[in-house]
């Protein structure tokens, strides 16, 4: 093995970079299942080794192909790097349903939305999911539709009332497809909503489908709720975790609500902020202790993280 290999030499933003990993997710597959164990410099910060890269890029390829992370985060370097390969061959071999265009229902949902159709985007949603799996008309669709309404939302292109046409729709959908998964006992509770003054809440319904997928049972509190009402909700339903999603909103308000969430929050709840409005607000959500996620592969990811041990901040 190459010296280098062994060196520890990579500051946890790099590996960040390399592995397109978060540093919040690094942190806490390192907490939970010492999947690499990083060293420290004199003034603590966190260093990595080429191995721990290697090791980091494995895994993820290996979650992003649908394996969780407690079943192989304990695998040996050389064992994940032989499930790869299985798992490369596997998919070449196999015969694969072809993949399915999301963007075909998206412009569609659009178009609808764009006419004031609700019927229309009631078909579209309907022959999505004929033809999609509901991870798929999530991640091929419904995200991006999320993502496009913000867009022309804020171009000017979309108004008010074609995101509430769309949102009380989408609800609609999204809730049959929690419903559908059913309730199981024992499930951890994940609280999710949007906080005072953010009134998008098609990331928060998505989240809260998310979440149902990987065995959390979503609270799903609407849009909009004050800090101490978040707090009063969580410690009364035991959730495990707070699910929070910012799409627009000035910086300086959203980072005085997430320190009061925190303060009103239990000790032992976890509190996991997404969507656009948290690219500024990382110093913050350091501080409180909070985990930021980019995506929601990535919240799935935290979610199991969390739900197959306990998270400490």
């Known amino acids: 093995m190459d010296k280098s290999d062994t060196t520890l030499r990579h500051p946890i933003g790099v590996v960040s970079r ?172 994940i609280l999710i909503t949007t906080t005072s003054g953010q009134m998008h809440e098609l990331g928060a319904l998505m989240a809260a489908a998310a979440a149902e997928e990987v065995g959390w049972d979503a609270i799903y509190l609407g849009t909009g709720l004050p800090a101490e009402e978040i707090g009063a909700a969580a410690r009364q339903s035991k959730a495990r975790a707070v699910g929070l999603s910012l799409v627009f909103g000035d910086d300086a308000h959203a980072a005085d609500e997430l320190r009061a969430i925190r303060r009103y929050l239990s000790d032992g709840a976890e509190l996991i902020v997404g969507g656009r409005a948290t690219t500024n607000l990382d110093g913050v959500i350091e501080e409180i202790g909070a985990h930021r996620v980019t995506d929601l592969m990535e919240f799935q990811s935290m979610l199991d993280t969390l739900r197959n041990g306990t998270e400490k901040r």
């Open 18 to 189: 390399r592995t397109g990993l978060t540093q919040d997710l690094i942190r806490a597959w390192e907490r939970r299942y010492g999947v690499v164990a990083s060293g420290r410099t004199e003034t603590g910060r966190r260093l990595y080794t080429d191995e721990d890269v290697r090791r980091l890029l494995l895994l993820r390829r290996l979650v992003d192909g649908g394996r969780r992370i407690s079943d192989v985060a304990r695998l040996k370097l050389v064992e994940l790097e032989a499930l790869v390969e299985e798992d490369v061959e596997a998919a070449a071999t196999e015969t694969v349903r072809p993949p399915v265009d999301g963007r075909a229902y998206l412009e569609a949902a659009l178009d609808a939305t764009a006419r004031l159709d609700p019927a229309g985007l009631e078909r579209v949603l309907t022959d999505a999911t004929l033809s999609m799996s509901p991870t798929e008309v999530r991640q091929k669709f419904l995200t991006p539709l999320l993502v496009e309404m913000g867009e022309r939302w804020r171009a000017g292109t979309l108004r008010i009332a074609h995101e509430h046409l769309t949102t009380g729709i989408v609800r609609v959908f999204v809730d049959g497809m929690r419903k559908r998964s059913g309730k199981v006992n024992g499930r951890p509770n």
